[in-house]
């Protein structure tokens, strides 16, 4: 087979869930997704490339299609993104900056208001959801959803079966409601409006979402309300982004045990997380699930998007002799995934006069970060960068023979070569994108580290490095940490560690060059599947 053509054919997905069109069909973290799934894992913490986004669009999208994962089984799962930076449909940061809310009891009321609004319009704009009531024997069903509606059409988001405005914009003028001078906060403007409707409702924001929880479990329905890239929340105001996300969490504790059919699921950055002072965070302990890959699993997600694509898989059934389809990759076993991941990749990723590691081993090691963190967002980087680094290296080689490389007495279509290249763009592109772009307050702590000789400090070292600076001394060190830029051993927390290394990850993207001894090994097939 043509390599050029297969090439042409070989894309991993795009590395943002938001648009990746291979994500529903080749999603391989089930267990990951078993364990978000639980009612009692109200907060899924990962790092940024971790998949967070990519189980928010699986929630909100593909919801019946993981129902079967459920301990219990509902008649119908709603999956309601209740907040999306980037999305017309929901509030969007500009006009939460226009609503300024300042207090964390002002954030309180706002992601209620919202979550409240959002999901009593969802349900009153149900088809199903009016049909079930409409042939229920339940009065006290019925009653609760004529309260629903009473509700909505006050203040002005429901008549007859129709949207009247958009979501955010009923956010922002329940919260410039008229009120008297003496009326500062948000809270307060939203007591007030509980009372101006209180003579038709008797209900406030906590009493709606109530309310929705019972239409809910009278149904034998369930609702997840998905928060997601509250992260991006400004970026400008560290300070006020730590209230809203504060906020946020204590409403996870206070709603932790209150509702049985409405689960809060919000993905937050873990670093995020870490820096949070909230009182009784201890409770979250049991509410909370880390999302973590292995390097078998990211493998495994990398072989699994290559033979997605037709011209890929027949190519890797014609070099083994096996049917490759896609669920059958998907429950393969390690085995199995490496046999095809070396029919794509050159196994050795070096010379026989260096030190050589099989490629699977070598991809994993450097894209780990210093906390031991892999993601599947560098892997996918990888590949494709991989790809096209290898598509500009037969160009510009010009190659007489048009078939498939042979190399170590086997078939591959991307080489070593492409995958070294490759991986200096991948550690660039994290730099810039996580390190400098999420972390702009440390941005001159990593202009000292760039460029040095070395990869590996001690604590003195770094405590006079970044003399002159703030942070500095100790807690310079525990925040750059907690970034993944120090890798200490065993991964154990900043005060415990003495010296201090960059991880691969960072290294090259930061211009670190590091010399070290090599020893001949070469690695084999035969002895890497043996």
């Not at 894992?41 to 490339?49: A, E």
């Not at 990593?446 to 590996?456: A, E, H, L």
């Amino acid at each position: 087979m043509d390599s050029h053509q297969i090439l042409s054919s070989l894309s991993f997905g795009k590395v943002d869930a938001e648009t990746d069109d291979k994500l529903s069909n080749c999603f391989i973290g089930t267990d990951l997704l078993k364990q978000a799934l639980q009612p009692h894992h109200t907060l899924l913490l990962g790092g940024k490339g971790s998949g967070k986004s990519a189980i928010f669009r699986l929630l909100s999208q593909d919801t019946f299609r993981f129902a079967n994962l459920l301990q219990n089984r509902f008649e119908e799962i709603y999956g309601i993104p209740a907040y999306g930076i980037n999305s017309d449909e929901y509030l969007t940061y500009a006009e939460i900056h226009e609503i300024n809310p300042n207090s964390i009891d002002d954030f309180k009321y706002l992601w209620q208001l919202y979550f409240g609004l959002k999901a009593a319009t969802i349900l009153a704009n149900c088809p199903r959801m009016r049909s079930r009531i409409s042939k229920s024997n339940s009065e006290s069903l019925k009653e609760y959803y004529k309260s629903l509606l009473n509700i909505l059409e006050d203040v002005g988001l429901y008549r007859s079966g129709e949207y009247l405005s958009k979501i955010q914009k009923k956010v922002k003028e329940l919260l410039t409601f008229s009120t008297p001078a003496t009326v500062t906060s948000i809270a307060d403007k939203g007591k007030i409006l509980s009372t101006s409707y209180s003579g038709k409702s008797a209900l406030n924001i906590i009493s709606l979402i109530d309310l929705v929880d019972k239409i809910l479990k009278e149904t034998n329905c369930l609702a997840w309300i998905l928060i997601d890239q509250i992260d991006l929340l400004y970026l400008d105001n560290l300070d006020r982004r730590q209230r809203a996300i504060t906020a946020l969490v204590q409403l996870l504790i206070e709603y932790s045990s209150r509702f049985a059919n409405i689960n809060l699921k919000v993905f937050l950055r873990t670093d995020i997380y870490k820096q949070l002072q909230i009182v009784n965070k201890s409770h979250l302990v049991s509410l909370t699930v880390e999302l973590k890959w292995t390097k078998n699993l990211l493998i495994k997600m990398l072989v699994v998007r290559a033979v997605h694509d037709r011209a890929v898989r027949m190519y890797c059934e014609e070099v083994l002799q096996e049917n490759l389809d896609v669920n059958r990759v998907i429950s393969a076993t390690d085995e199995l995934i490496l046999r095809i991941f070396y029919t794509i990749f050159e196994l050795n990723m070096g010379s026989k006069f260096r030190n050589v590691s099989p490629a699977h081993s070598w991809i994993t090691k450097h894209i780990v970060d210093g906390l031991g963190m892999l993601y599947p967002r560098e892997m996918i980087h990888l590949g494709n960068q991989a790809v096209q680094k290898q598509r500009e290296l037969n160009k510009n080689t010009k190659m007489k023979n048009p078939n498939i490389y042979s190399g170590n007495g086997k078939n591959f279509l991307v080489s070593s070569r492409a995958i070294k290249q490759a991986f200096s763009d991948v550690s660039s592109y994290r730099c810039d994108t996580y390190l400098y772009a999420e972390f702009p307050h440390l941005s001159k702590h990593f202009d000292r580290i760039r460029g040095q000789d070395r990869d590996k400090f001690n604590r003195d070292e770094l405590v006079d490095m970044f003399k002159g600076l703030n942070p500095n001394g100790v807690d310079s060190i525990r925040m750059i940490f907690e970034t993944g830029l120090f890798k200490t051993k065993d991964h154990k927390n900043a005060d415990a560690c003495r010296t201090f290394t960059i991880p691969y990850l960072y290294k090259s993207g930061l211009g670190i060059v590091a010399r070290r001894k090599f020893h001949d090994r070469l690695i084999t097939r035969e002895t890497l599947l043996t």
